[in-house]
């Protein structure tokens, strides 16, 4: 049996390192990923994600603060602290993973929560302060987050 929390250990030191393609390394071609942001990621989506995220972080450093994994699953709590390119603003956000493997160790379903509203005062400023607590913001960012995933992905990245 593969050692999953080998797997969690692995993807947070490469995100660590900016290092995007050993994270798309530890999931399954058919793996899906979502979070407050990145929603319903399929089909090769989740390793674009991480490569594009790697690529384009400023003043980036990761906490692993807990890992574990039984059986076929298993869970994280990261912290992630770098600049946000659109608004040049500081963001410390504290998420918490959960994860499917399958018999090979990767990785073949990640969800990750965290507080949409924190993060958007953070990140956006008075906007996210006034707005990041409606569905009206969150749908927002969430489409161009997605379309800048698929400009990324069409890059050929």
């Not at 990145?38 to 990761?62: I, Q, S, T, Y």
């Not at 499917?100 to 965290?114: P, T």
């Not at 960012?141 to 069409?154: D, E, H, N, P, Y």
Request: glycine share 8%.
């Amino acid at each position: 049996m593969a050692d999953n929390d080998a797997t969690i250990q692995r993807l947070y030191t490469a995100f660590a390192e900016r290092d995007g393609d050993t994270m798309a390394g530890c999931y399954a071609p058919e793996a899906t990923f979502t979070d407050p942001v990145f929603v319903g990621l399929a089909n090769g989506e989740p390793a674009a994600m991480w490569r594009m995220l790697a690529e384009r972080a400023k003043d980036f450093r990761l906490e692993l603060v807990e890992h574990s994994a039984s059986g076929p699953t298993g869970t994280a709590r990261w912290i992630a602290h770098y600049t946000f390119a659109q608004t040049g603003r500081p963001v410390v956000n504290d998420v918490r993973s959960t994860f499917s493997f399958n018999d090979a160790g990767l990785i073949v379903e990640q969800r990750d929560v965290f507080s949409f509203y924190a993060w958007s005062k953070q990140a956006l400023g008075l906007p996210g302060l006034l707005m990041g607590w409606t569905p009206l913001l969150q749908k927002k960012v969430q489409g161009t987050a997605r379309a800048g995933l698929k400009q990324f992905m069409s890059a050929g990245r």
